[in-house]
Antibody, heavy 121, light 106 residues
Framework: EVQLVESGGGLGQPGRSLRLSCIASGFTFEDYAMHWVRQSPAKGLEWVASIAGNSGSIAYADSVKGRFTISRDNANNSLALQMASLRPDDSALYYC??????????????WGQGILVTVSS | DIVLTQSPATLSLSPGERATLSCRASQFINTYLAWYQQKPGQPPRLLIYEASNRATGVPARFSGSGSGTDFTLTISSLEPEDFAIYYCQQRSSWWTFGQGTKVDMK
């Protein structure tokens, strides 16, 4: 059974940094692209960032480009999102998601339970 | 960016009725469309991928159709557990989601 468990959220101040982590189990982690998606009442579901299984392809939404960095450690089945220069509109529930197939741009087949990030002074 | 517009915003139906949800893309996306179901306090769950393929474990009462710019999710006979919010998502150009259709009980 696929399991994705996020951690590291909480309260962050505007302009500061936070790091999210996601530990994966139940599948061959290095074979699949992984994603971060966020959800807020204002913006709904919003794709944030993606990384291929071998880290050879990485993509970011325009709203986070230059501020967020996605990375993965295949040896430890972990995914990370380093968030810098935080803004209040980065406040959301952040999900870690696994690609539905081996294709880089597949839909999102499995999701974690999410971790809340609140950006406020 | 490809914008997905879902309609209606809310669908009020009774158990046993048929639900028809629409998703329109702002440009051609072939069949690169998925449908997700989300219940309160839970993450989205993949129901349909590539417009018409049911994900593992999804009941046969859920079906998807369409290609190009117009897509439909049909629930043939609503069960109590189907009352939820449904989102469409495209993967033709990065990934974007629709704003959701809430299916609630009449």
């Amino acid at each position: 059974e696929v399991q994705l468990v996020e951690s590291g959220g909480g309260l962050g101040q505007p302009g500061r940094s936070l790091r999210l982590s996601c530990i994966a189990s139940g599948f061959t982690f290095e074979d699949y692209a992984m994603h971060w998606v966020r959800q807020s009442p204002a913006k709904g579901l919003e794709w944030v960032a993606s990384i291929a299984g071998n880290s050879g392809s990485i993509a970011y939404a325009d709203s986070v480009k230059g501020r967020f960095t996605i990375s993965r450690d295949n040896a430890n089945n972990s995914l990370a999102l380093q968030m810098a220069s935080l803004r209040p509109d980065d406040s959301a529930l952040y999900y870690c998601a696994k690609a539905q197939s081996l294709r880089w741009n597949a839909h999102f087949g499995s999701w974690g339970q999410g971790i809340l990030v609140t950006v406020s002074s | 960016d490809i914008v997905l517009t879902q309609s209606p915003a809310t669908l009020s139906l009774s158990p046993g009725e048929r639900a028809t949800l629409s998703c329109r893309a702002s440009q051609f996306i072939n069949t690169y469309l998925a449908w997700y179901q989300q219940k309160p306090g839970q993450p989205p769950r993949l129901l349909i991928y590539e417009a018409s393929n049911r994900a593992t474990g999804v009941p046969a009462r859920f079906s998807g159709s369409g290609s190009g710019t117009d897509f439909t999710l049909t629930i043939s006979s609503l069960e109590p557990e189907d009352f939820a919010i449904y989102y469409c998502q495209q993967r033709s150009s990065w990934w974007t989601f629709g704003q959701g259709t809430k299916v609630d009980m009449k």
